[in-house]
């Protein structure tokens, strides 16, 4: 008898065969090779038994809304590139290669559902309706966050690895319990008939390196024990910075999720149409009440992990050559002009979009202005706090004793001022 | 007016904040049927369901980190880490992300998170079980520590670290679970701010500052140096961050000396933070230096030399003795 063959557990496990399980089981028990591909590199739209019926719901209108934004989010990885070039920003962390992979499972999420990204979610926050201008307060150093979570349930972006894996799946923990407690409240007050809240789901983004991370598996421990409503999102860029997925990993990253009872699938990242679908699924299970799925999105990191490193250290040129015929947006428009979905005019205005978001952060980017240090004395607890109030009165006294001076500077300049126009008028 | 030891009032206080507060609930490993380790949380599943009273997988940075994903939602969890050793595989989820996600979404967030850590040595136990760590959290921002040391402050203290919109952690004194003491579970003492120290016992000559397990340590030398005639005040700091300086001070300016005790090593602990502070705010009433009692700069040792190690009567009158020969 092989291992396969041996109980998971004493338990008696029948809650978990219900019919979505078993089809999972089915389709995805087996590992997780080979992925699913619904559009190839050429362009061409093949079909799977499960998930070519999410494409089929796919109205040409969002598919040219899939290229729009995928255009659009490269680009505007191009501008921020040049922004922390040109020293406008500290640090960036480009995308470029991932646009499928983000545009395809964010666009599959509904509005009720919560975004846990990781820190290059770029192309996810854009279908969250996030203003791309606040992603860039982080990297320019004027805000550790910069935009409300609660305005777009797109939470912040978190730069201890894996640190935001827990928080989704008590997220969607406490879905569960308030689906549980609107239940209750319906029967008590006899309004079981009211339209209910939309179910909602939770998904959680990290890469291909975070997987190593304890976090992560807790995190599938608790998914997976309490059937949480969560979508595990790993975009297997295929580096760790400098490291490649080999030292992270020796079986496809899916195949792991079969370990924690839950179904695993592996997608081609760089197919938008087979990464949306493939999410959907998910998600609509998850909001179910089906539990968790890990989807990883098999991709590529096209340029450096951020704008700190160098990708010609540590990788050859010819994979990136073998990755970049694969690319995401080529593939789509291949199939949007062979369909006759789109024509050049619609090429050209995306293009034209395009650097219009790239003008309007670079000037945003320019007029971000930079707190008053006040702000974190007052955001570092929600309550009073005595230190915190000892601490700003010190530093209100000893910014006064600075205000002579700066007075005293002001009173220089002006006259300055006054002397050229003088001199001007001269 | 009721009598109970300080695990049973612990396990009224969250019963009332089960009661009271329907999107409050308990998550930590052993604390469902077996009602914990300590049997701090008993019964409670039985009244409230295991949708609030939650047996985790065995995962402390599980435990927390899903703790701040509910409480993103509205919930409020309390979390029991099984012993103060075991809290370092949590030491990233609350140090990392739980003290600073108010701060770092400039406020528009709130983790209201609380996690209780029974701490401290004296029961007889192997490694990883009796330690201290209380200054390696006070020393991030972001994070309120108090600790209780007598029943009714337990009940309550309890129930307003649930309340109160900012993490809390709750180091109990483990040794002192089974101390009994008199709780009034409608008393005024509802609203004592917990993050305010007590002055438990007046005096002119020194005073003792000390918390959670090590007060009935300093209230007995504080008997005994009495019977020498020596007048000592013992301060109750209840909170650990913030600190309650003002009261500290004020004493200090009234008795001259200042001893400082509790069982972590005393590098870098919090007995220093309070020295610092209190020559910086009461130099001049100050007749010796502060003198601080505590452990020893070694990982805690084993069971069978703990009393060597523990701050005792003993070590606080030789400290007091020596405050005094100034």
Redesign the interface.
């Known amino acids: 008898m092989g291992a396969t063959h041996l109980p998971a557990t004493e338990f008696d496990g029948t809650d978990l065969d219900d019919q979505l399980e078993a089809e999972a089981e089915a389709r995805l028990g087996a590992p997780a090779e080979p992925m699913v591909q619904l559009l190839g590199p050429d362009g061409t739209l093949g079909s799977d038994p499960v998930f070519s019926k999410y494409a089929e719901r796919l109205d040409p209108g969002t598919l040219r809304g899939f290229y729009a934004d995928m255009s659009k989010i490269r680009r505007f990885d191009v501008e921020a590139t040049a922004l922390q070039r040109q020293g406008q920003l500290a640090l960036w962390v480009p995308l470029t290669g991932q646009e499928a992979a983000q545009i395809g499972s964010g666009r599959a999420s509904q509005p009720q559902d ?1 975004i846990f990204p990781t820190y290059r979610e770029h192309g996810v926050a854009l279908t969250r309706n996030v203003d791309l201008a606040e992603l860039l307060r982080q990297f320019r150093g004027v ?4 935009w ?3 305005d777009t349930n797109f ?2 972006y ?1 730069l ?1 690895l894996a ?1 935001q ?11 569960q ?2 689906q ?2 609107a239940a209750a409240t319906a029967v008590g007050s006899g309004e079981a008939g009211q339209a209910a809240e939309p179910k909602a789901a939770v998904m959680v983004y990290f890469g291909d390196g975070a997987s190593s991370e ?2 992560v598996h ?2 599938m ?2 998914a997976s ?1 309490y059937r949480a409503p969560v979508v595990f999102f790993c975009q297997n860029n295929h580096w760790a910075i400098s490291v490649p997925t080999s030292v992270q990993t020796r079986i496809p990253l899916a195949n792991r999720a079969k370990g924690y009872g839950f179904p695993g699938i592996r997608v081609d990242g760089n197919d938008v149409i087979a990464v949306h679908a493939v999410t959907e699924w998910a998600l609509e299970r998850a909001r179910e009440g089906h539990g968790p799925v890990l989807i990883e999105a098999f991709t590529y990191r096209v340029g450096a992990h951020t704008t700190a490193d160098d990708p010609t250290k540590y990788r050859g040129s010819e994979e990136e050559g073998v990755w970049r015929a694969k690319d995401p947006l080529d593939r789509l428009e291949k199939y949007l002009r062979a369909e006759g979905l789109a024509d050049d005019a619609f090429f050209d205005q995306v293009r034209a979009d395009g650097d219009e978001l790239a003008a309007y952060v670079r000037k945003t980017t320019h007029d971000l202005e930079t707190p008053d240090i006040r ?2 004395f ?6 009073a ?3 915190v109030a000892e601490e700003l009165a010190w530093f209100e006294e000893y910014s006064a004793g600075f205000a002579d001076e700066a007075e005293a500077d002001q009173t220089e300049a002006d006259q300055t001022k006054v002397d050229q126009t003088d001199g001007m008028a001269r | 007016m009721t009598t109970m030891t300080i695990a049973k009032a612990i396990n009224e206080g969250l019963r009332a904040t089960l009661a009271n507060n329907p999107r409050s609930l308990l998550m930590g490993e052993d604390i469902g049927a077996l009602g914990g380790v300590y049997r701090v949380t008993d019964g409670l599943i039985g009244e409230f369901g295991a949708d609030r009273v939650v047996d985790t997988p065995l995962a402390e940075s599980g435990i927390i980190g899903t703790a701040i994903g509910l409480s993103l939602r509205g919930f409020q969890p309390v979390c029991e880490i099984q012993f103060d050793g075991f809290v370092f595989p949590g030491f990233n989820q609350i140090t990392t992300q739980l003290a600073k996600m108010h701060s770092r979404s400039n406020g528009n967030l709130t983790v209201p998170v609380v996690v209780r850590i029974p701490y401290g040595g004296g029961i007889g136990s192997i490694e990883h079980h009796s330690e201290s760590p209380e200054a390696l959290f006070a020393h991030t921002a972001g994070l309120r520590i108090i600790t209780p040391s007598n029943p009714h402050d337990a009940y309550w203290m309890i129930q307003q670290a649930v309340e109160c919109q900012d993490p809390v952690i709750v180091f109990e004194p483990k040794r002192r679970y089974w101390l009994k003491g008199e709780v009034d579970t409608e008393a005024p003492g509802a609203s004592a701010d917990p993050f305010k120290a007590h002055v438990l016992r007046e005096g002119i000559d020194a005073t003792v500052v000390v918390y959670g397990p090590l007060v009935p340590v300093a209230l007995a030398a504080a008997e005994a140096a009495a019977e020498d005639g020596r007048s000592v005040e013992v301060i109750d700091l209840r909170s650990i961050s913030p600190i309650d300086f003002d009261t500290v001070t004020d004493s200090v300016r009234k008795t001259g000396r200042l001893i400082v005790a509790h069982e972590a090593p005393t590098f870098g602990g919090i007995g220093g933070e309070i020295a610092a502070r209190v020559s910086e705010r009461a130099f001049h009433s100050l007749e010796a230096p502060v003198i601080r009692v505590g452990g020893f700069h070694m990982p805690y040792p084993v069971a069978k030399v703990e009393e060597d190690y523990l701050p005792d009567i003993d070590r606080i009158l030789e400290a007091l003795d020596r405050a005094l020969a100034y």
């Open positions: 919560y805000s550790n966050g910069g409300n979570p609660k939470h912040l978190t201890v640190a894996t827990p928080h989704a799946v008590g997220y969607a923990m406490g879905i319990r308030d549980k407690l304890g976090d807790e995190s421990v608790f024990s702000t974190a007052a955001n570092t607890y929600v309550e706090h005595p230190l």
